[in-house]
């Protein structure tokens, strides 16, 4: 840009005082938020037993139904690491001028659920980082195979997690946990572009930890180490991405090395045209047959 011109050869319009307020405001409470979510993170991670491998947390901000701008005000306070659930989002975000001109460093999480038809589009996102929602050796080997051709000219292969469903929810994606150790072989020998980088699970909403820890996180950790003791993988090379805004200190404290918190750095979501609030605000009650189930689940690592 030159002589204060865009690229399309308009002149910007100048902020009113009103969006001029608006954006310092903002630009306020979402440092404040990710400062107080970074520091609760620190904390956790510092209760965390020494048993456990010292890998330093990752916070991925999930800016999920958020405008560019508060994703450009969180990188300027030092954030790098963002995630997106949907693919069509992910991909005008992150193709967002703005924001590839104000967050060259930017690095870009997929945590949605991600269906093979749109595997091509996703690939294609600027600065994508990691997939952490491979569900199947059907999609590892899409995935594989269309970045091997989307990016001919790098030998960079693409970090991704393999997303578990240890709720057994049919609403919730995931493999189920038995198949954990034959998917991950499968990529590990069969998909060159692929970087393993670790297991991924949502879990049931609204757990109450007053009832112990959250059975999915540890039954998360039991994968991982199935996986590490069949595959001679060592355990602080196998992340595992587990905790969103209500329970992501709890799982910090029993090995999470990858939370993605959204609504509590970014405020409550905007969701059109439905009353339906985020679920991450949603509380669920377990039913006797679950928590008989979740007592069977809550197993600790070793």
Known sequence: MRNGLSRDNTRRRPLTSTQAMWKVGMSEEVGKALQAVVDRVNQ????????????PPRLVAVSKTKPPDMVIEAYRKGHRNFGENYVNELVDKASNPQI???????????IGHLQKNNVNKLLGVPNLFMVETVDSVKLADKVNS???????????????????????????????????????????????ALHFSGLMTIGRYGYDLADGPNPDFQALLSRRQEVCASLQLPLEDVELSMGMSTDFEHAIEVGSTNVRVGSTIFGNRD??????????????????????????????EQ
């Not at 038995?178 to 020998?189: A, D, F, N, P, Q």
Request: some cysteine; glycine content about 4%.
């Open 44 to 55: 956790a991670a510092a209760r965390r037993p020494k048993t456990l491998p010292a890998v």
């Open 146 to 192: 269309s970045w091997l051709r989307l990016r001919t000219a790098s030998t960079q292969t693409l970090k991704i997690m393999v997303q578990i469903n240890t709720s057994g929810e049919e609403s919730k994606h995931g493999l189920p946990p038995g198949e954990t150790v034959t998917t991950v072989k499968h990529i590990l020998s069969k998909c060159a």
């Open 100 to 110: 590839l001109e104000s967050c060259p460093d930017i690095e870009w999480h997929f």
């Open 271 to 300: 969701y059109p045209n439905t009353p339906t609030p985020s679920p991450e605000r949603k509380s669920k009650v377990p039913t006797e047959e679950a928590a008989k189930k979740m007592e069977r689940l809550t197993v600790t």
